[in-house]
């Protein structure tokens, strides 16, 4: 999804928000980001066209089942800008 998204800026975002909402939907779960490192994920994410291996073990090690807590949505929020900064 972060290739084919058509805009540079926006591009993290919609993923992580593409990604919660799928895990949510299929699987009860979704990702806890502040448990992945900020320069760990940017890596993976970068080499994810290639190989998705490092992304998904990232992803898999940040699931919770916390997908109706108040905190951990908002916590998703602040984190996927925290990604973007530079």
């Avoid at 591009?11 to 992580?16: A, I, K, L, V, W």
């Avoid at 009860?28 to 980001?33: F, I, K, N, Q, R």
């Avoid at 992304?55 to 997908?67: E, R």
Wanted: net charge neutral.
């Amino acid at each position: 999804m972060n290739v084919a998204h058509p805009f540079c800026e926006g591009n993290g975002r919609t993923t992580r928000i593409w990604l919660d909402l799928i895990l949510k939907k299929r699987l009860g779960l979704c990702v806890d980001w502040s448990r992945i490192d900020k320069y760990d994920y940017l890596s993976a994410m970068e080499s994810s066209v290639a190989d998705s291996t490092k992304i998904k073990g990232l992803l898999k090690n940040a699931l919770t089942d916390k997908v109706n807590d108040r905190e951990m949505f908002m916590k998703g929020i602040d984190y996927s800008y925290y990604y973007e900064e530079q």
